[in-house]
């Protein structure tokens, strides 16, 4: 997935900088090239000799040194990379991103590059809750940059705890893939290939109440669907995520709808009709509690407490069978066991839906919750078999094919 792929890792001045020296050995081992940025404050907390010794290249932080500018460094760094990383983003680096500042070496190539930038903020919960921040994010997404995290954790200063740690180094690596395979879609299928529709798209689990502070779920992470709504935003489509407790990020450009349970999933799907198409990946718990507690269930020495459990609506075939706002594609994922297209080619005909993605989730396949997939897409026409590749290289996937059918369907209608 990273194979042959160019960095440009942009180091912010931030305690979490030490997190970058991971970073880039994760990203060493997929393949990567990495070159790397340092802010002055950055090189208070890690030096150049060690993110050189890790990076193998040499380590930039001078937009007046002589040796790198002859060729005007600062644009052929921002211009040789495939994507542009900033990790830790401070809350100065992304003031300066938002306004445009060009005052030093990563301000400046952050501002002469024309590739997809991901950022990584870290800061204190303060910080990062603080309206100019806000803004600042506001402006960065609009301007088509991807943000991963923050995390919620304990911060480096003593008593702090909140949404502000930056992304660990796995977590970012993942983005760093997704934001890649949004971005050679863009240029495989064309930026605009899905410009002008709007889709709709369901992803992770729902946690249906038994009590206040228990639940029923399933180990669905979110990723596939998540990496579906990113491709999908990269194409040129306005995406709407409707998005259960995941544990993937949220993607950028994006609009993202987050919701508990089932009957929240429905409601928030509704509301958002109609649209061109529409991906349903959620894994949606198919029984809920008929009458959760609204206290937390004691042990009372009599045994387990008796749980009845109900059908929760299927979202998908009602959708699908929509009288009025049905999309013109409707895709449906089978999580699957055991005779895995057998039961899909049953759902499909059951629920009524366009496509359905078929994929084996045995414990020992590790596609649940992993960030790998292998598909199988039955439709109509027949069943075809997708090679194993990475969730964002079957959403990519997925997201051109989806391209093509509402190209063909408004091309039979004319």
Known sequence: MLAEQRILLIIGGGIAAYKCLD????????????????????QQFVTPLSVGALSGERVFGDLFDLTAEHDIGHIRLSREADLVVVAPATADLLAKMACGLADDLASTALLATDKPVLVVPAMNPRMWAHPATRRNLATLAADGIAVVGPN??????????GEGRMAEPLEIVDAIAARLSAARLAVVRGAGSLAGRRLLVTSGPT????????????????????AVAAAAAAAGAEVVLV??????PDPAGVQVI?????RQMLAAVEAHLPVDAAVFAAAVADWRVADASEQKIKKAGAGAPTLTLVENPDILATVSHHSTLRPRLVVGFAAETETVIA???????????DWIVANDVSPATGIMG??????HIVSAAGVEHWPPASKTEVAARLVARIADALAQQEKDRS
């Not at 970073?23 to 950055?42: F, P, S």
């Not at 998005?243 to 993937?248: F, I, T």
């Not at 987050?258 to 089932?262: K, Q, T, Y």
């Not at 992993?370 to 598909?375: A, H, L, R």
């Open 370 to 375: 992993g960030d790998s997939n292998t598909v």
């Open 243 to 248: 998005s259960g407790p995941a544990e993937a």
């Open 152 to 161: 919620a954790g304990a911060m480096a200063e003593r008593g702090e705890f």
């Open 23 to 42: 970073l880039i050995r994760r990203l060493k081992e997929r393949g990567a090239t990495v070159r790397t940025i340092l802010t002055t404050a950055a």
């Open 343 to 353: 039961h899909a080619q049953a759902k499909r005909a059951r629920k009524g839906c």
């Open 258 to 262: 987050h919701v508990d349970s089932a």
């Open 207 to 226: 946690h249906e109440p038994i009590d206040p502070v228990r639940y029923i779920a399933n180990r669905s992470s979110g990723k596939q669907g998540h």
